[in-house]
Structures are given as C-alpha cells and as structure tokens.
C-alpha cells in the first residue's frame, strides 16, 4: 500500500487482489485444509480469515474497497460486500 502506519496489515498479502477498472479492488483467499480437517481445524478459522481480509480491505481508502471473496475449506464461497 506503500503507508507506513498500518502495522501487521501492510505485510498481508491476499491469495488474489483484483483491481477493476472502477478503481475497486476486490480480495480472494482460499482457506487452508480439507473438510475431513476440521477438528482441529488446519489453518486459520473462517472468523479469522474474514476479519483478517477486512482489515486488508479497510486499509485502502474508502472508494477502492472492492468486495471479499473467502473460498472456505469445503469450495463454497462467501462473498462480503464492502460497508
């Protein structure tokens, strides 16, 4: 992001960042492990990632918030709206 005020989140990097022509900048992650996988689960929990991607999100300024597409350990996507 090129700030140097943003701690931790300026080393997070998203699986995918896609940057439209709009000037949104939506966010991919494919969350770690299989289904069989979920006790204890591998990886960061879906909670964790969701709050992790917004806070990545939250560091762009507000015009350039795109959308957050989490593809949780089962394939399934969860799509989270920017606002």
Do not use: C, H
């Not at 770690?32 to 709050?51: K, N, V």
Request: proline share 10%; no cysteine; hydrophobic share 40%.
């Amino acid at each position: 992001t090129g700030r140097t005020d943003l701690g931790a989140v300026a080393n997070w990097r998203p699986d995918i960042a896609v940057a439209r022509r709009d000037g949104r900048v939506d966010i991919y992650e494919v969350q770690s492990g299989r289904p069989e996988d979920l006790l204890p689960p591998a990886g960061q929990t879906e909670a964790e990632l969701i709050a992790k991607l917004k806070a990545m999100r939250d560091a762009l300024p507000e015009a350039n918030r795109g959308d957050i597409v989490l593809y949780n350990r089962f394939g399934d996507p969860v799509v989270i709206p920017p606002g």
